[in-house]
């Protein structure tokens, strides 16, 4: 049987005539570049949307050339491992327990010596439930930095996509906030529940409506999501001097 | 003059002395009257008078007299005649016809005053010859002496001859260091030789030049030509490597005494050891003319390595790689992620695409000499390159480039790389079974050559660079490789078959590597995960990078020059290491030297091993100045070197210098004068108003220990006895 992802691949190579002029690599499904590592922690809601990661990385082979694992791996602070997931993911509505002083460690260790973490609230209540919590246990974390919002020319809003807002299935913010070390920012944090509008059923249908802009709200979320996996792998790629009069160019379009 | 005395010292109380001189006298007044009796008045005193004779004797010896004999000398004030015999000297001197030697010989031998031979009647002369050492010389010397080396030290001289010497006299040019003031207080009398005013001569006095220099960037060169008598003359100051013109400059000079700086610049292209050398022509009159060129010492070196990193996608090992090459300022990196292919959806519009199409056009036919290394990471590159492209990357390597392969899912390619020929360039080959495989999990371990090999060697200690490979956390996948005869294996897999994990080899002048598998990353983060540091991943990015890139830093021989390049008839000497990557090779038998002359003759040189393991010491004997070139052969390879040695006289100013001379004399007290015989006056004058020197001379003569004394005392016992047997006496 043959699938979406072929399906659409084959329509649209034969629509441009290109049908296999450059074959795509035969990448195997089986050697995933990345995965969603979500962090179980105690108290308040450490899952609030169970069934975003396939979607989403349907739509991340569907568009790029990464190959995703659509089965997430849910680990805790102190599991070793935490240090061998690409993108680590962690998400809540509500207040929940501080972590030990060894979660705490490890995990610093982990944002400062190169992993990434994304974020969100998909309760979207600024300084209440997870926000305040989150936000409490980064300041615990890395105290010597601060969580900012992240400025249009940061390279998550243009690592796969020149984005200009980040969508979701709420707007409680149009943009990112982060913690930057040097150029690399290991922490982005999001209150408008993006793996909300990721969230698909067993039957391919969404699970949640995104409000108020709809569909176009649901498809810049998938385009902040794909942004986010590209630049947990590129990191500032697009920052290199090469990139900005293309960029440049197709901004002023 | 001289005086005498007696002095004594008694040996025993003086009281004790008496009693006995009393008792003696008693006991022979005594015999005495008892002898009278039997032979007579008359011959009984004669024997006493004797006995008394003897027991004065016996009895002055307690009292140890001593003639003491006093002399009074006078000293000659130490003199010190300094004779400059450096290489300026030997320019000609005030009457154009004899060298400046050969007028301080004719004021110290020849003039009216004969100066050495009226010194010697006043002073304790002491001659010497004063060039870049201090050597004591006696007047026969003199004639002999001639001008060579380089100037002398005379503030350092003088510290020499402090205590020594009470006067010196200065017999120079000027051409002498001199630091502007003295610690000593020894007064210097200079006499000038030579003549500053008609002196004519061209000389480049200074070069200011880096001693490393960087591939395609503008070197700046600062010359300062120096001209004494040449007003208003325009002449061209010229670089050259070898016989190759680099640049010139006009420059004018301006009064009679003119010195100017000009700056002459060039843009190496080549990496290496340039033999470069900055000149003036020669014009007519000049004194010297070994001074109108100098040879330069310069070292092109990359300024930065230039990297072309392309990605099949984006991926951890990626990010991590572009980390640690980001981080290192030596590395320029310039990384293409294939973020998009063709069948991917593309269901934008352009404008909100971040994606720019991969210009693999200009990459690989105009700008891969550009580079120093590319870099495929899990880079399909079949999808991408024509066989042109596959060509001029072919070249690149053989023409000296660097070529790593970061393996992966993407690299790996059924019926591996044989047909368009990138196979032949890299160290392995696929089984052609299975090309890639997950979930392999297994750690790594080092070869025999990876324990040794610059890449690999990431701790200096044997054990903890073994240690910490096996501590690196373990692959998830690798392609499945075999290593060709070409390529020497630094890591293999620790499961059991041994698979090559990275693997490095030759191509031309180029160097090849395969890391076969996208999970490097994990040695990073396994180390932060343990809460090590993550240095070791990093110092493997920069080993691999400067190892492709032939970094002089890890090159297997290393030709260590000297810091002072020595001089022309003295022996050189320059160190040699040599890194053993593991070939098993006697390196003592196998490491051969050449050194070639200016000319490019083979001259004779020696190679000897050095204490330390590997390390060698090279010597030979340059005749001549000019870039002499070092070559060493090895099993790990050859490396070459030039050493440039100074031509004699090259950066001689022999301009005389009489302020110089002036300022030396007057800041230690003493003059600057122009003949001989207002010297000898100046000096004599100053030694008269100085204390005499003078000492006493003291000698002890212990009178009772001489043989004349015992013999005295022997005598007059034998006449008493003779007499007191002759009389009938017992």
Redesign the interface.
């Known amino acids: 049987m043959i699938s979406r992802r072929h399906f659409l691949s084959s329509a649209l190579s034969l629509t441009a005539g290109l049908f296999f002029s450059i074959p795509r690599p035969s990448r195997g499904k089986n050697f995933p570049q990345v995965f969603f590592a979500q962090i179980k922690y105690r108290g308040g809601d450490w899952d609030p949307n169970p069934r975003f990661a396939e979607a989403m990385i349907d739509e991340l082979e569907l568009r790029t050339s990464i190959d995703g694992l659509k089965e997430r791996r849910v680990v805790t602070l102190s599991d070793p491992d935490l240090f061998f997931c690409p993108f680590v993911y962690m998400a809540g509505k509500y207040e929940f327990e501080p972590f030990t002083s060894g979660e705490r460690e490890a995990f610093r260790r982990f944002l400062i010596f190169g992993g990434f973490l994304f974020a969100e609230d998909t309760l979207g209540a600024k300084g209440f439930g997870f926000d305040q919590s989150f936000r409490r246990e980064m300041k615990e974390i890395l105290p010597e930095y601060e969580m900012k919002r992240l400025l249009p020319d940061h390279s998550v809003y243009r690592s796969f996509y020149l984005m200009e807002g980040i969508g979701g299935r709420q707007k409680v913010t149009p943009f990112f906030e982060g913690i930057t070390i040097d150029h690399w920012t290991p922490v982005i944090y999001s209150q408008n529940d993006l793996s909300g509008a990721w969230a698909r059923d067993k039957f391919g249908k969404w699970i949640n409506e995104c409000v108020p802009g709809g569909e176009s709200q649901r498809s810049s979320a998938f385009k902040a999501g794909i942004n986010l996996i590209v630049y947990s792998l590129t990191s500032d790629y697009k920052k290199d001097l090469i990139h900005h009069p293309f960029i440049r160019r197709r901004q002023n379009l | 003059m001289s005086s005498g005395q007696i002095a004594i010292a008694p040996v025993i109380p003086f009281w004790l002395i008496l009693l006995l001189l009393l008792l003696g006298l008693g006991l022979i007044l005594h015999q005495y009257l008892l002898i009278r009796k039997r032979v007579g008045g008359s011959k009984a005193l004669m024997i006493s008078l004797l006995r008394l004779g003897v027991l004065s004797l016996l009895v002055s010896f307690f009292l140890n007299p001593a003639f003491l004999e006093r002399r009074k000398h006078t000293i000659r004030p130490p003199l010190a005649v300094l004779v400059d015999s450096s290489q300026s000297m030997g320019l000609t001197g005030n009457d154009g016809t004899g060298s400046r030697l050969d007028q301080a010989r004719s004021v110290l031998l020849q003039e009216k005053s004969a100066l050495l031979k009226a010194l010697s009647e006043k002073f304790e002369v002491r001659l010497f010859a004063f060039g870049e050492s201090l050597r004591p010389i006696e007047a026969g010397d003199l004639p002999a002496l001639k001008g060579y080396g380089r100037r002398g030290d005379l503030t350092d001289s003088l510290k020499k001859l402090s205590g020594k010497s009470s006067i010196a006299i200065l017999l120079s040019d000027g051409n002498v260091k001199w630091e502007g003031s003295a610690s000593t207080h020894l007064p210097v009398f200079s006499l000038a030789a030579g003549d500053s005013e008609g002196y004519r001569d061209l000389l480049i006095k200074a070069v200011k030049a880096p001693l490393l220099a960087f591939r395609g960037r503008e070197v700046v060169i600062d010359v300062t030509v120096k001209a004494y008598g040449y007003a208003g003359l325009t002449l061209p100051v010229i670089l050259k490597d070898g016989s190759n013109l680099l640049t010139a400059k006009n420059v004018r000079l301006h009064g009679n005494h003119a010195e100017v700086t000009v700056p002459l610049s060039f843009t190496p292209e080549k990496i290496g050891s340039p033999h470069l050398s900055v000149s003036i022509p020669s014009q007519y009159g000049e004194s010297l003319t070994s001074n109108n060129g100098v040879n330069l010492s310069l070292k092109v070196i990359k300024d930065k390595i230039r990297v072309l990193m392309i990605s099949?996608?984006?991926?951890?090992s990626?990010?991590?790689m572009?980390?640690a090459f980001?981080n290192d300022p030596s590395v320029d990196l310039?990384?293409f992620?294939?973020?998009?292919?063709?069948?991917?959806?593309?269901?934008?519009p352009?404008?909100?695409?971040?994606?720019?199409p991969f210009p693999v056009e200009t990459l690989f036919s105009k700008e891969l000499k550009d580079f120093d290394l590319l870099i495929f990471d899990n880079f399909?590159y079949n999808?991408?390159l024509q066989q042109s492209y596959i060509e001029n990357l072919k070249g690149f390597v053989k023409e000296g480039g660097g070529f790593a392969v970061i393996g992966?899912?993407?690299f790996s390619r059924e019926g591996g790389y044989e047909a368009d020929g990138l196979g032949e360039i890299l160290p392995v080959r696929f089984t052609g079974k299975e090309a890639?495989q997950?979930d392999f999990s297994s750690g790594v371990k080092l070869s025999r050559a990876g324990m040794v090999h610059p890449i690999t060697c990431l701790s200096p200690d044997e054990g903890d660079n073994a240690g910490l490979w096996k501590e690196m956390?373990p692959l998830d996948?690798i392609n499945l490789l075999e290593v060709r005869r070409s390529g020497t294996v630094l890591l293999e897999s620790n499961d059991g078959t041994s698979r090559p994990i990275l693997t490095v080899g030759d191509y031309g002048k180029g160097r090849v590597l395969t890391l076969s598998t996208?999970f490097s990353w994990?040695w990073?983060?396994?180390m932060?995960?343990r809460?090590r540091s993550?240095v070791p991943y990093l110092l493997l990015m920069e080993r691999m990078v400067r190892w492709l890139t032939r970094d002089p830093s890890l090159d297997p021989i290393q030709i260590i020059l000297p810091q002072n390049a020595g001089s022309a008839g003295r022996e050189s000497e320059v160190r040699i290491k040599i890194r053993d990557e593991g070939s098993s090779f006697d390196l003592k038998n196998k490491v051969s030297l050449q050194v070639f002359n200016p000319e490019g003759m083979k001259i004779e040189s020696q190679l000897k091993p050095a204490s330390r393991s590997g390390e060698f010491t090279a010597s030979f004997w340059p005749e001549k100045g000019g870039a002499y070139r070092i070559r060493v052969d090895s099993p790990a390879g050859h490396q070459e070197e030039s050493l440039v040695i100074p031509v004699p006289g090259e950066d001689l100013d022999g301009a005389p210098d009489p302020d110089r001379l002036r300022t030396a004399s007057l800041s230690t007290g003493g003059k600057f004068l122009s003949t001989g015989s207002d010297l000898l006056r100046e000096v004599e004058a100053y030694a008269a108003g100085r204390r005499e020197n003078h000492f006493t001379e003291e000698r002890s003569l212990i009178l009772w220990g001489r043989p004349y004394s015992f013999a005295f005392i022997l005598l007059l016992l034998t006449g008493e006895w003779y007499l007191r047997r002759k009389w009938g006496l017992r």
């Open positions: 099949g996608s984006p991926s951890l990626y990010r991590l572009r980390t980001k310039l990384s992620v294939i973020l998009r292919t063709p069948s991917d959806v593309m269901n934008v352009l404008q909100e695409q971040s994606l720019i399909p999808l991408y992966g899912p993407f890639y997950r956390a996948g996208d994990k990073y983060m396994g932060v995960a809460g993550n």
